[in-house]
C-alpha cells in the first residue's frame, strides 16, 4: 500500500495478502478488509478481484446487511471471501492424532 502524491492509495495484492494473515476471522468481508487497513474499501475491492482470478482466495459464503432509505429497512448481502483451500479446523481431532496419540 502506498500514497502517491495526490494523496491517492494504491493497495496491492501484496499488501492485501498481508493484510488477510492478520484478521482475526477466515472469512472475511472487503468492507472488514479495507477497515482493517485504514484504506477505502474500492482498491481492497479490486485487489480482491485479482486474487480471486488468480485462484488465490475463494468466495466462502455471504452475509445479510440492512440499510435504511427513510422508514423502509433494506437487505442487502454482501460476498464472504477466504484463502483458497483454507477450511475449518477441527481442533479436537487434530488433538486426538498428535496430543494424546488416539
Known amino acids: 500500500m502506498t500514497n502517491s ?10 499488501s492485501v495478502m498481508l493484510s488477510i494473515v492478520g484478521l ?14 485504514q ?8 485487489a480482491v478481484s485479482w486474487l480471486l482470478v488468480r485462484k ?10 440492512y440499510y435504511w432509505t427513510g ?3 433494506k437487505t442487502y448481502q454482501s ?3 477466504r484463502l483458497k483451500g483454507q477450511g ?4 479436537n ?3 486426538m492424532a498428535f496430543v494424546y496419540g488416539r
Open 39 to 46: 484504506v477505502p474499501e474500492y482498491p481492497v475491492r479490486a
Open 5 to 14: 502524491d495526490k494523496d491517492e492509495v494504491r493497495v496491492t495484492t501484496d
Open 88 to 91: 475449518k479446523v477441527d481442533f
Open 56 to 65: 488465490v482466495l475463494e468466495v466462502s459464503g455471504t452475509r445479510k446487511g
Open 79 to 81: 460476498n464472504t471471501y
Open 24 to 37: 482475526p476471522s477466515e472469512d472475511w468481508t472487503t468492507f472488514e478488509l479495507a477497515a482493517a487497513m
Open 71 to 73: 422508514r423502509k429497512r
Open 93 to 95: 481431532t487434530l488433538n
